[in-house]
């Protein structure tokens, strides 16, 4: 089995985001970037099936600029065997919408003849939650989202799911695609070794144009504002305060 | 133009998320269209034809869609868009309609819009970003809007006053790419943690997950659900529904006590619209204290059970 994981460079995320002064997006430059989490994620489980041998082959995809590289790098020191660059550059990104990614995800699955596509839920920059269902979608496979665990049975694997009321347990046929959740494993730190062999790995670069994917946009961005900022509260020195508080406020 | 709504439901029981989706339909400001899926879905659709503003209401069901998985449910949808050609599809943004909406919108080759907090025009939506860090107003392009609500943004509409009759829609189910096998469900007597009024959150500062039982007294004295922050679903405390943040549930009850945690911002983003929200913390400098309207800078272990007495 191969398989294709997708990871998305994003601002850090223990970075205090500021708007930009424009209104149209954050600020990034400058900013502190790395893996998405849930990307990270999805690479330590790729990499698992891979040591557990229910994998041969491990790649890595990163759509975005010079600095997705980056973002490719690590992966490749968890354990990633190659990589793929689809270079969109910095000043066009914002404007990708996941279903734009899907369609590159999907032409790149069936182009490499992948038996499984792995990303994480959703990318901490906007949130989105779709990328996993549309690329399942546009290639007709099944979808595992959400995924809490992930282990082979027979031709099927068998998922775990993360859903609203607990955990839903499912069976998908190969191929397919996963989306991973925050529980499913603990990403493992790149060691040293493996940071300098990363850097001997292939990263394969091309243009969303040479597979076919038009990136133009169909959301338009009107503006992007900061949150309304909650009042400041008060401080209670005891619990008789603050119940006498909630009274008050007609809460209790 | 049309707006095609997707009912949720388990057990037999709607899930209120489909009537926060009503209200987003009726803001869009089309005639209404309500779809429920299932294996066994004539309680459901008994429930949803009373609901105001519903104009028709189609009832699919079939044994091979126990479980809702997306596979089935996506080309049933598709098939009722074939037919009616809605200009809007819109599902609560739930685990449910977060994996079936997407997988929509892509058949029908438009960008969907997920966890919308509020409609400024039938084409301009309005949703946060980086965890609730930044509010983004957006214009959709495309002719069908495919779009998930935030439960807590619309208020669930009035089961009344619907006259819609259950038309069927039969679709061939394909069974062959996943199969369905089961739930996990978690058992409470509380009230649902994204519907109640009150919640009472426990954090890393709980310890163990033993120590959640000071919590669950609480909550039977305050009526209130009882949630958890990331940190303490990590440590294995307490079970992932329980789990308020961005990734989480995202809820907003009149009264939001938060127990032992610190306040990440992805927590934050998880509650943050509560109505009043209480802290109770012996770290002074945590993060959580910036957004409580009453914080009280004390150990947990003494405050609570404190708390509980004097209620």
């Given at each position: 089995m191969r398989i294709l994981v997708g990871v998305k460079r994003v601002i850090d995320y223990a970075v205090k985001v500021r708007v930009r002064p424009d209104k149209k997006g954050v600020v990034t430059d400058g900013v502190k970037h790395s893996m998405n989490p849930f990307d990270e994620i999805a690479v330590e489980e790729a990499i698992r099936l891979k040591e557990k041998k229910i994998a041969k082959e491990v790649v890595a995809l990163s759509i975005g600029p010079t600095q997705a590289q980056e973002t490719l790098r690590t992966a490749l020191a968890m354990g990633a065997d190659s990589a793929i660059h689809v270079e969109v550059p910095a000043g066009e990104?914002?404007?990708?919408q996941p279903l734009h990614v899907s369609r590159i995800i999907s032409k790149l699955a069936t182009e490499g003849k992948f038996d499984l596509v792995m990303v994480g839920k959703q990318a901490i920059d906007d949130d989105c939650n779709q990328t996993a269902q549309m690329t399942a979608a546009m290639l007709d496979w099944p979808q595992a989202t959400f995924a809490s665990k992930v282990e082979k049975d027979g031709d099927y694997l068998k998922v775990t799911r993360e859903i609203d009321g607990g955990l839903e347990t499912i069976k998908v046929g190969v191929p397919a695609v996963i989306s991973a959740d925050l529980r499913l494993n603990e990403p493992r730190y790149a060691t040293l070794p493996n940071i300098m062999k990363a850097k001997k790995k292939p990263i394969k670069k091309m243009k969303a144009s040479e597979l076919g994917?038009?990136?133009?946009?169909?959301?338009?961005?009107i503006s992007v504002e900061d949150p309304p900022v909650r009042a400041a509260g008060i401080k209670v020195d005891d619990v008789d305060t603050l119940i006498a508080k909630l009274k008050e406020a007609g809460r209790v | 133009q049309s707006t095609l709504v997707v009912a949720e439901h388990a057990d037999s029981k709607l899930n209120a998320a489909t009537l926060s989706a009503v209200t987003a339909a009726k803001q869009v400001g089309h005639e209404i269209t309500c779809i429920v899926a299932g294996a066994d879905c004539k309680q459901v659709a008994a429930e949803l034809s009373k609901?105001?503003?519903?104009?028709k209401l189609l009832v699919a069901e079939d044994a091979a869609l126990e479980g809702l998985l997306p596979e089935r449910v996506a080309p049933v949808l598709l098939a009722a868009h074939k037919q009616f050609n809605f200009s809007h599809i819109i599902a609560g943004a739930t685990a449910f309609g977060k994996s079936v909406l997407p997988r929509v919108a892509a058949k029908l080759d438009v960008s969907p819009i997920s966890?919308?907090?509020?409609?400024?025009?039938?084409?301009t939506f309005v949703r946060t970003i980086y965890a609730g860090n930044a509010i983004q107003t957006l214009k959709a392009k495309d002719a069908v809007k495919v779009l998930t609500v935030r439960g807590t943004s619309f208020e669930p509409a009035e089961v009344s006053g619907g006259s819609a009759a259950p038309e069927p829609l039969t679709v061939e189910v394909d069974k062959n790419s996943s199969e369905y096998i089961g739930q996990e469900l978690s058992k409470s007597d509380r009230p649902e943690l994204t519907s109640a009024s009150n919640v009472v959150s426990g954090g890393r500062g709980l310890k163990s997950g033993d120590n959640f039982e000071l919590l669950y007294k609480l909550a039977d004295k305050l009526n209130a659900a009882v949630g958890a922050s990331r940190a303490a679903v990590d440590a294995g405390f307490v079970s992932n529904d329980m789990q308020v943040g961005q990734t989480g549930k995202i809820i907003a009850p009149d009264l939001y006590v938060a127990v032992g945690i610190s306040g990440a911002i992805q927590h934050l983003a998880g509650m943050?619209?509560?109505?009043t929200i209480v802290a109770i913390n012996?770290?002074?400098?945590?993060?959580i204290f910036q957004v409580a309207d009453l914080g009280l800078v004390a150990d947990l272990f003494k405050a609570v059970p404190e708390m509980t007495e004097k209620l």
């Open positions: 990104l914002e404007r990708v994917v038009d990136l133009t946009p169909t959301i338009e961005v | 609901v105001g503003g519903v104009s966890d919308i907090t509020g409609i400024q025009a039938p084409d943050k619209d509560s109505k012996k770290d002074a400098e945590a993060p």
